[in-house]
Protein backbone atom coordinates (compact mmCIF):
# COMPACT_ATOMS: atom_id res chain seq x y z
CA UNK A 1 0.00 0.00 0.00
CA UNK A 2 3.21 2.54 0.82
CA UNK A 3 4.68 1.77 -2.45
CA UNK A 4 1.10 2.27 -4.24
CA UNK A 5 0.52 5.31 -2.46
CA UNK A 6 4.23 6.60 -3.49
CA UNK A 7 4.33 6.07 -7.21
CA UNK A 8 0.41 7.87 -7.04
CA UNK A 9 2.46 11.05 -5.56
CA UNK A 10 5.15 10.70 -7.62
CA UNK A 11 2.36 10.52 -10.64
CA UNK A 12 0.60 13.82 -9.59
CA UNK A 13 4.10 15.26 -8.66
CA UNK A 14 4.68 14.71 -12.51
CA UNK A 15 2.08 15.63 -14.76
CA UNK A 16 0.15 18.12 -12.46
CA UNK A 17 1.51 19.99 -9.73
CA UNK A 18 5.46 20.54 -11.59
CA UNK A 19 3.69 21.94 -14.52
CA UNK A 20 1.48 24.65 -12.06
CA UNK A 21 4.68 25.33 -10.00
CA UNK A 22 6.74 25.91 -13.77
CA UNK A 23 3.45 28.70 -14.14
CA UNK A 24 4.00 29.96 -10.51
CA UNK A 25 7.48 30.72 -10.81
CA UNK A 26 6.99 33.02 -13.81
CA UNK A 27 4.14 34.68 -12.26
CA UNK A 28 6.56 35.09 -9.28
CA UNK A 29 9.22 36.47 -11.56
CA UNK A 30 6.54 39.32 -12.66
CA UNK A 31 5.55 40.27 -9.08
CA UNK A 32 9.22 40.65 -8.85
CA UNK A 33 10.17 42.85 -11.58
CA UNK A 34 6.95 45.30 -10.44
CA UNK A 35 7.91 45.41 -7.34
CA UNK A 36 11.78 45.94 -8.35
CA UNK A 37 10.31 48.79 -10.48
CA UNK A 38 8.32 50.82 -7.64
CA UNK A 39 10.90 50.05 -4.10
CA UNK A 40 12.05 52.84 -2.62
CA UNK A 41 16.25 52.67 -1.79
CA UNK A 42 15.68 51.84 1.96
CA UNK A 43 16.30 47.80 0.60
CA UNK A 44 18.43 46.44 -2.41
CA UNK A 45 15.99 44.26 -4.62
CA UNK A 46 18.71 42.35 -6.62
CA UNK A 47 18.15 38.73 -8.22
CA UNK A 48 20.97 37.43 -6.64
CA UNK A 49 18.69 37.53 -3.07
CA UNK A 50 15.38 35.94 -4.94
CA UNK A 51 13.96 33.68 -2.00
CA UNK A 52 10.94 32.11 -4.47
CA UNK A 53 7.73 31.20 -1.36
CA UNK A 54 5.06 29.90 -3.99
CA UNK A 55 3.00 27.81 -1.71
CA UNK A 56 1.58 30.07 0.70
CA UNK A 57 -1.40 32.04 -1.07
CA UNK A 58 -4.23 29.59 0.34
CA UNK A 59 -7.16 30.34 2.40
CA UNK A 60 -6.57 29.06 5.72
CA UNK A 61 -3.72 28.41 7.79
CA UNK A 62 -2.52 24.60 7.38
CA UNK A 63 -1.44 22.83 10.77
CA UNK A 64 -0.86 19.40 11.99
CA UNK A 65 -3.95 18.54 14.04
CA UNK A 66 -2.12 15.96 16.19
CA UNK A 67 0.84 18.52 16.94
CA UNK A 68 -1.27 21.15 17.35
CA UNK A 69 -4.38 19.98 19.18
CA UNK A 70 -2.72 17.33 22.03
CA UNK A 71 -0.18 19.80 23.36
CA UNK A 72 -2.88 22.63 23.81
CA UNK A 73 -5.36 20.11 24.95
CA UNK A 74 -1.92 19.25 27.81
CA UNK A 75 -1.36 22.59 28.68
CA UNK A 76 -4.93 23.66 29.84
CA UNK A 77 -4.89 21.18 32.20
CA UNK A 78 -1.62 22.17 33.49
CA UNK A 79 -3.30 25.55 33.74
CA UNK A 80 -6.16 23.74 35.90
CA UNK A 81 -4.55 21.33 37.72
CA UNK A 82 -1.13 24.15 38.76
CA UNK A 83 1.69 21.34 40.10
CA UNK A 84 4.53 22.07 41.72
CA UNK A 85 6.57 21.12 38.67
CA UNK A 86 6.47 19.30 35.93
CA UNK A 87 8.08 16.63 34.38
CA UNK A 88 7.57 16.24 30.12
CA UNK A 89 9.49 12.97 28.92
CA UNK A 90 10.12 13.50 24.70
CA UNK A 91 6.92 15.09 23.64
CA UNK A 92 7.31 17.64 21.52
CA UNK A 93 9.65 20.48 22.88
CA UNK A 94 7.72 23.26 22.33
CA UNK A 95 5.05 22.07 24.59
CA UNK A 96 7.97 22.14 27.43
CA UNK A 97 9.12 26.13 26.07
CA UNK A 98 5.68 27.05 26.14
CA UNK A 99 4.70 25.76 29.79
CA UNK A 100 7.52 26.48 31.49
CA UNK A 101 6.50 29.79 31.28
CA UNK A 102 4.09 29.29 33.85
CA UNK A 103 4.68 25.99 35.12
CA UNK A 104 8.63 24.77 36.24
CA UNK A 105 9.18 22.33 33.83
CA UNK A 106 12.14 19.39 33.41
CA UNK A 107 12.55 18.33 29.93
CA UNK A 108 13.74 14.81 29.40
CA UNK A 109 14.68 12.96 25.94
CA UNK A 110 16.56 10.00 24.32
CA UNK A 111 18.10 12.88 22.30
CA UNK A 112 18.37 15.85 24.99
CA UNK A 113 17.63 19.35 23.81
CA UNK A 114 20.55 22.25 24.06
CA UNK A 115 17.99 24.49 25.33
CA UNK A 116 18.03 27.31 27.92
CA UNK A 117 15.55 28.98 29.71
CA UNK A 118 13.93 30.42 32.47
CA UNK A 119 12.10 27.92 34.63
CA UNK A 120 13.26 24.88 31.94
CA UNK A 121 15.52 22.18 32.36
CA UNK A 122 16.64 19.62 30.04
CA UNK A 123 18.31 16.26 30.33
CA UNK A 124 18.28 12.75 28.88
CA UNK A 125 16.84 9.47 30.23
CA UNK A 126 15.66 5.94 28.98
CA UNK A 127 12.29 5.28 29.27
CA UNK A 128 12.58 1.91 29.87
CA UNK A 129 14.99 2.61 33.02
CA UNK A 130 13.82 6.06 34.53
CA UNK A 131 16.03 7.54 37.03
CA UNK A 132 13.81 8.99 38.85
CA UNK A 133 11.94 7.69 42.86
CA UNK A 134 9.45 5.86 42.99
CA UNK A 135 6.34 7.65 43.71
CA UNK A 136 8.05 10.97 43.29
CA UNK A 137 6.73 13.08 40.36
CA UNK A 138 3.36 15.31 40.66
CA UNK A 139 2.80 15.62 37.41
CA UNK A 140 4.02 13.88 34.12
CA UNK A 141 3.73 14.04 30.59
CA UNK A 142 4.66 11.78 27.59
CA UNK A 143 2.73 12.51 24.52
CA UNK A 144 3.35 11.18 20.79
CA UNK A 145 6.23 8.92 21.86
CA UNK A 146 5.84 5.77 23.56
CA UNK A 147 4.16 4.29 19.92
CA UNK A 148 7.99 4.97 19.12
CA UNK A 149 10.25 3.20 21.58
CA UNK A 150 11.47 0.10 20.36
CA UNK A 151 10.78 0.38 16.86
CA UNK A 152 14.83 1.42 16.50
CA UNK A 153 13.39 5.01 14.19
CA UNK A 154 15.39 7.13 16.44
CA UNK A 155 18.61 4.64 17.15
CA UNK A 156 17.31 3.06 20.12
CA UNK A 157 17.39 -0.65 21.03
CA UNK A 158 15.15 -2.99 19.02
CA UNK A 159 12.58 -4.47 21.44
CA UNK A 160 8.94 -5.49 20.63
CA UNK A 161 7.67 -5.23 24.10
CA UNK A 162 9.28 -1.56 25.06
CA UNK A 163 6.38 0.51 24.58
CA UNK A 164 5.07 -1.55 27.67
CA UNK A 165 8.30 -1.19 29.73
CA UNK A 166 7.64 2.44 29.34
CA UNK A 167 4.34 2.54 30.45
CA UNK A 168 5.06 0.49 33.51
CA UNK A 169 8.30 3.42 34.17
CA UNK A 170 5.41 6.16 34.17
CA UNK A 171 3.39 4.67 36.76
CA UNK A 172 5.70 3.71 38.93
CA UNK A 173 7.56 7.09 39.40
CA UNK A 174 4.16 9.20 39.45
CA UNK A 175 3.50 10.03 42.97
CA UNK A 176 -0.17 9.32 44.38
CA UNK A 177 -2.33 11.34 43.74
CA UNK A 178 -0.32 12.35 40.77
CA UNK A 179 -1.34 12.79 36.78
CA UNK A 180 -0.02 11.52 33.85
CA UNK A 181 -1.13 13.39 30.50
CA UNK A 182 -0.43 10.42 28.05
CA UNK A 183 -1.05 11.15 24.09
CA UNK A 184 -0.79 8.27 21.76
CA UNK A 185 -1.82 7.26 17.89
CA UNK A 186 -5.48 5.14 18.36
CA UNK A 187 -7.29 3.00 15.82
CA UNK A 188 -7.18 -0.40 14.31
CA UNK A 189 -4.07 -1.55 16.49
CA UNK A 190 -1.66 -2.01 14.44
CA UNK A 191 2.68 -1.75 13.86
CA UNK A 192 3.79 0.97 11.39
CA UNK A 193 7.02 0.11 11.31
CA UNK A 194 9.83 0.94 11.55
CA UNK A 195 7.40 4.57 12.29
CA UNK A 196 5.04 4.16 15.67
CA UNK A 197 2.50 1.65 16.78
CA UNK A 198 -1.52 2.65 17.04
CA UNK A 199 -3.04 1.08 19.64
CA UNK A 200 -6.97 0.53 20.98
CA UNK A 201 -8.22 2.55 23.49
CA UNK A 202 -8.83 -0.49 25.40
CA UNK A 203 -5.32 -1.34 25.26
CA UNK A 204 -4.27 1.93 26.82
CA UNK A 205 -6.62 1.93 29.56
CA UNK A 206 -5.53 -1.40 30.09
CA UNK A 207 -1.90 -1.07 30.06
CA UNK A 208 -2.33 1.89 32.94
CA UNK A 209 -4.14 -0.38 35.27
CA UNK A 210 -4.97 0.49 38.36
CA UNK A 211 -4.61 4.37 37.44
CA UNK A 212 -7.67 6.24 37.26
CA UNK A 213 -9.15 7.74 34.10
CA UNK A 214 -9.72 11.14 34.17
CA UNK A 215 -10.38 12.07 30.68
CA UNK A 216 -10.22 10.95 27.23
CA UNK A 217 -9.97 13.16 24.34
CA UNK A 218 -10.11 12.76 20.69
CA UNK A 219 -8.37 14.25 17.62
CA UNK A 220 -9.85 12.08 14.65
CA UNK A 221 -8.90 11.42 11.50
CA UNK A 222 -10.87 14.23 10.20
CA UNK A 223 -9.41 16.80 12.57
CA UNK A 224 -10.40 18.83 15.31
CA UNK A 225 -10.48 17.80 19.47
CA UNK A 226 -13.60 15.84 20.37
CA UNK A 227 -12.95 16.62 24.59
CA UNK A 228 -14.52 13.86 26.76
CA UNK A 229 -14.93 11.89 23.53
CA UNK A 230 -17.03 8.59 23.54
CA UNK A 231 -14.55 5.70 23.54
CA UNK A 232 -16.12 4.19 21.02
CA UNK A 233 -15.01 6.60 18.31
CA UNK A 234 -11.58 5.18 18.35
CA UNK A 235 -13.04 1.90 16.27
CA UNK A 236 -14.06 4.28 13.83
CA UNK A 237 -10.31 5.52 13.06
CA UNK A 238 -7.30 4.96 10.86
CA UNK A 239 -5.04 6.93 12.68
CA UNK A 240 -6.75 9.24 15.71
CA UNK A 241 -5.01 10.68 18.59
CA UNK A 242 -5.93 9.76 21.84
CA UNK A 243 -5.33 11.95 24.99
CA UNK A 244 -5.39 10.57 28.04
CA UNK A 245 -5.08 11.86 31.31
CA UNK A 246 -4.63 9.28 34.14
CA UNK A 247 -4.85 10.06 37.66
CA UNK A 248 -2.83 7.83 40.26
Same mark, same amino acid.
Given at each position: ?7 ? &? ?192 ? &? ?22 ? &? ?21
Amino acid at each position: MYFKNYFI &QLGKDIFIRFPKRIIRFFGYLGEWSRFKNRADKRFSVKATDLYPCLKDRIVKTPFDHHYTYHPAWAARILAQTKPEFHVDISSILSFSTIVSAFVPVKFYDYRPADLKLSNLESGSVDLNKLPFETDSIPSLSCMHTIEHIGLGRYGDKIDPAADLKSIEELKRVVKPGGDILFVTPVGKPRIEFNAHRIYSFE &QIVEYFSPLILKEFSLIPDAGGLI &QNADPKLVKEQHYGCGCFWFKK
